[in-house]
């Protein structure tokens, strides 16, 4: 199963309406901060994902994922 073919979640909505943003009527400033802002997200974003990367490799360590 590719990931496109995947039910969205409500999460997807905000970022289904950022992108249809129309970006031409942005000022250079506003342009600036919003793309801090995008780069703000994406660090919190990371910061989860590898939480959560940590919790399973950790989950696989202790149940010993594979084993029989």
Same mark, same amino acid.
């Given at each position: 199963?590719?990931?496109?073919?995947?039910?969205?979640?409500?999460?997807?909505?905000?970022?289904?309406? =950022? @992108? $249809? /943003?129309?970006l031409e009527?942005?000022?250079?400033? &506003?342009?600036?901060? +919003?793309?801090?802002? =995008? @780069? $703000? /997200?994406?660090?919190?974003?990371?910061?989860?994902? &590898?939480?959560?990367? +940590?919790?399973?490799?950790?989950?696989?360590?202790l149940f010993?994922?594979?084993?029989?």
């Amino acid at each position: 199963m590719d990931w496109d073919d995947l039910p969205k979640k409500a999460a997807d909505a905000p970022l289904d309406a =950022l @992108e $249809r /943003e129309a970006l031409e009527e942005l000022s250079r400033d &506003e342009l600036e901060h +919003r793309i801090r802002r =995008l @780069e $703000r /997200e994406i660090a919190r974003t990371r910061t989860v994902l &590898e939480s959560k990367t +940590r919790h399973a490799a950790e989950i696989d360590r202790l149940f010993g994922k594979g084993k029989a």
